[in-house]
């Protein structure tokens, strides 16, 4: 069976807005002055761990708890903020129907990923999932990708649909998966403003606004050789 792998984070939820409404209500809860919001945005959707970001807001307006503690308070309440559309919830759909398995493969904490995966539904239109905190392994690590085939039981061959390209394009590519760069999400690695790869850049296979446009791309050429 094909494999379609799909990002979490800025591909099949609205990350960077969950991080703007969680900033609007942070701001609130500790009476902090309006403009404090653009400095603690960048925090939250920057790439990679968040355990410094969170011991930098503590410090910087003196809270009263600690930085773990925010950061755990932050995860909980992330996955009752983010949503997927109905548009991509139905291309997975419309994949499942077509016979492919389907996986998520994420960087982050089991907490935090996984409320999210359960919160909108994605588990129950999904074969499995992937998250790097458990799997000892992140994107773009081609282990990871063979995790996700072997938990969701297809072969590596299919696709990789992701935001990032140093993490879901150069990844995919690494694991020999064809990639689909989902280019609407407000955040994502090395995208400059003309929507092309910058240089360097691992180039994918398809460029494609959201989930819902590639798949449709994916399976309408899904039998033709150079996307196998």
Excluded at 53 to 81: C, H, I, K, N
Aim: proline letters at 7%; aromatic letters at 6%.
């Amino acid at each position: 069976m094909l494999l379609a792998a799909l990002d979490l984070d800025g591909t099949l939820v609205d990350q960077a807005a969950a991080a703007r409404e969680w900033t609007v209500e942070f701001v609130s809860r500790w009476d902090l002055p309006r403009d404090a919001a653009a400095g603690v945005a960048p925090m939250l959707t920057a790439r990679g761990p968040k355990d410094a970001a969170f011991d930098r807001l503590v410090e910087t307006w003196s809270l009263p708890v600690s930085g773990p503690d925010l950061l755990s308070a932050y995860r909980r309440r992330m996955p009752q903020l983010v949503h997927c559309t109905n548009a991509d919830k139905d291309a997975l759909r419309r994949l499942r129907a077509a016979g492919w398995r389907i996986g998520v493969v994420t960087n982050g904490s089991v907490e935090n990923q996984l409320g999210k995966i359960r919160a909108t539904g994605l588990s129950d239109l999904v074969d499995g999932w992937v998250i790097s905190e458990q799997a000892g392994v992140r994107k773009p690590d081609p282990v990871i990708f063979e995790m996700l085939a072997e938990c969701v039981g297809s072969s590596l061959e299919g696709w990789m649909l992701g935001d990032s390209l140093d993490h879901d394009v150069a990844g995919g590519a690494a694991a020999g998966l064809s990639t689909a760069w989902i280019t609407s999400a407000p955040v994502a690695d090395a995208r400059p403003a003309a929507g092309a790869p910058a240089p360097g850049a691992s180039a994918p296979t398809i460029t494609a606004p959201t989930v819902a446009d590639a798949v449709t791309r994916i399976l309408a050429c899904a039998g033709e050789p150079e996307y196998r």
